[in-house]
């Protein structure tokens, strides 16, 4: 029972932000670019602002695997790398927390993009 | 002859809406099923490596999704979800690893260096310099605040 309340909760926040996302897209008519941008910065402002740390606590992946996670981890980096390393942990901390992601995706797409031919022509 | 403002008006009154209902509860449904993915993601990596920390796990499961995300757009599978959920293909992790690997598969036929490597970043660049600059920042105020 408890596990079903935490998917319930993972579902509902996740599928809430995708939501509002869809809202953008459908009254602004913004590219997808834009808007993974601008989740992104909602990310690093609510890690900053420390509303994001209480999110997490209750939905969990519902708000770490939308884009705002990503945000979120960059920001957290750079206040750790300054914590730990000082002004070099300014600049260093942000991209070394999100590395991993960072390099599984490139990398990921670097083969797939060499094996795979494109079946749509969308981009 | 009509005028800008008419013509626009007109434009806008004629071009295809994307229908608002069924497009958010396409958007939420799937949007919510990928985040109960990674969620489950999580757990399971949990059972596995009992002694791997919450911070370990996170990260574990961000990749396997990037890599997923990656894994479905080569099958050709996530850019006709992406046409169906719109946002909630787009928002979660998943869509940015989408949106690394869709432009290196559309322009394969252009080589490697030129068009795979460069290519890559058509859509994730502003997303990769906005991130990083947007870090540099914080770390930059964080480090003469704090």
Known sequence: ?123 | MIDRIEYQKYVSDNQPKSPMVRTLIAAFIVGGIICCIGEGIGDILKLIFKDMSEKDVATWESCIMIFLGSFFTALGLYDKLGHYAGGGSIIPITGFANSVTSPAMEYNREGVFFGICAKMFVIAGPIIVFGVTASFIVGFIGYFVV
Not at chain 1, 7 to 31: D, E, H, P, R, W
Not at chain 1, 51 to 63: D, R, T
């Open chain 1, 1 to 123: 029972m408890e596990i079903f309340l935490t998917y319930l909760k993972v579902f509902a926040v996740g599928g809430l932000v995708c939501l509002i996302g869809q809202i953008l897209i459908n009254k602004t008519k913004m590219s997808s670019a834009r808007i993974l941008v601008l989740y992104l910065l909602a990310g690093v402002v609510l890690e900053v602002t420390g509303a994001f740390e209480p999110m997490k606590q209750f939905a969990g992946s519902g708000v770490t695997i939308p884009i705002m996670g990503f945000g979120s981890n960059l920001a957290k980096g750079a206040l750790e790398g300054v914590a730990e390393k000082g002004f070099m942990g300014a600049i260093a901390g942000g991209m070394s927390a999100v590395a991993a992601g960072l390099t599984t995706a490139i990398v990921c797409g670097f083969i797939f993009g060499l094996i795979a031919k494109s079946r749509s022509k969308k981009i």
